[in-house]
């Protein structure tokens, strides 16, 4: 499926525009959104003259302009590739500017800004089998407007102060009650942070704990906004592969003997994206290295609350008891996505350093946003709210996996609770991810997901997300035209 150049949105009248224009704003719009990325090959001449409906000699035309304005690079006999606009062309010893300009791009280590600008541009959740966040229909608006509405009932002056670092002691202790369900124990007051996401979490941990240098250890596929906040500061990120029982315990073995991590950043409950969940024997083995090799362990449970009573997961904190451990949830995915409340449980002295760390970066964190989700979770109804998300979600899951291995990918694994399924498309998924992007669908590469940007067949879907039937026509006929092109 293609969007006919009359079609292109553009910033005045486009019937102004000649057939070249508009297809040169297309390539800059498309550039400037990160569907097409430093380093990509820009569809062929025949291509895009077949999907646009015009001339060969207009695709060359605006392809020559776009590498005028400092959008695309040309290679002879190769096509026109998407040029890395961060700086000028660095030229070797003994080399001349044109073979410079010849080589094949660098792509950057880490590069989220494609999903991160585009995810706001969906117009529904059905055409965003990519994003990370249920849609807003299965969420309980009432739930927010009822805990404001008994906000507003309260005095004003209890809005009018400055906070705490830690955050609102009464969601601390609300949290503490949680934690020792899930067998943790966490004083409230002395093991507990608010913070405004995990987001936040991971920032305050890689400022504190990562020095320039520093081996961190992530999932290979993991959530890939964390890559860019470590290597900021200087780490390195060393990627941990998964297998569809979970993370490669024997290679991580391998990798912390060689690297020596200060930390290792892990989902051990419905892995982002793979959908897998840590056993007692696996966790117990990272345990035991972690004491060995003396690192430091993140534990994201941000899809805990997804996860049903009696699921045959383990938490590291459980084992642990916050020793080595810092543990991590959020709100995000069963509230709201922009009520930024999360929280990090920890030994003493680490939320200590925590919450003076916050205080350094942002004092403290949003009181209103602590009081809402403090409502919510003690008037009682947060706990049915999330078993109907469970619900929902167990409802839509096989029938997206079947949607997916009818239109001819691969699941890596068939898991039985959460929000993702990790899928092999058998191309690119970058390209996928693009043409998905001319169909109107916000698509996830698996490139994104690795540490170090590896191209990848594999792609992340979001199974509440999935139910437009165009999606599954999309993904045959894209397939379809793929395998005959490589038959």
Known sequence: MSVPLDQIPAPHDAAQLTLVDQLVQWGRRRIDERVFRPGMRMPSIRKLALDKGVSRFTVVEAYERLVAHGYLDSRRGSGFYVRERGGPTLVAKGETPAAATEREPVQNAIDVVWLLRNMLHTSSPEKGPGLGYLPGRWLDGELITNALRSLSRQSGAQMLGFGTPQGFLPLRQQLQTRLEELEIGASAAKQIVLVSGITQAIDLIARLYVKPGDAVIVGDPAWFQMFGRFASQGARLVGMPYTPDGPDLDALETLVATWRPKMLIINSVLQNPTGTSLTAAQAFRILQMAQEYDFIVVEDDVYGDLCPAGFPATRLASLDQLKRVIFLGSFSKTLAANLRVGYIAAAPDVAKALADQKMLVGMTSPELNERVVYKVLTE???????????????????????????????????????MFLWADAGVDSDGLAAAGHEAGFLLTPGSLFSPHQSPTTWM??????????????????????????SA
């Open 380 to 418: 009682g109804h947060y706990r049915r709210h999330v078993e109907r998300l469970r619900a929902r979600l167990d409802g839509v899951r096989d029938k997206t996996a079947r949607m997916l291995e009818k239109t001819g990918l691969r699941l890596y694994a068939t898991p039985d609770a959460g």
């Open 460 to 485: 992340r879907f979001n199974v509440a997300n999935c139910g437009d039937p165009a999606l599954a026509e999309f993904l045959s006929n894209y397939l379809d035209k793929a395998a005959r092109r």
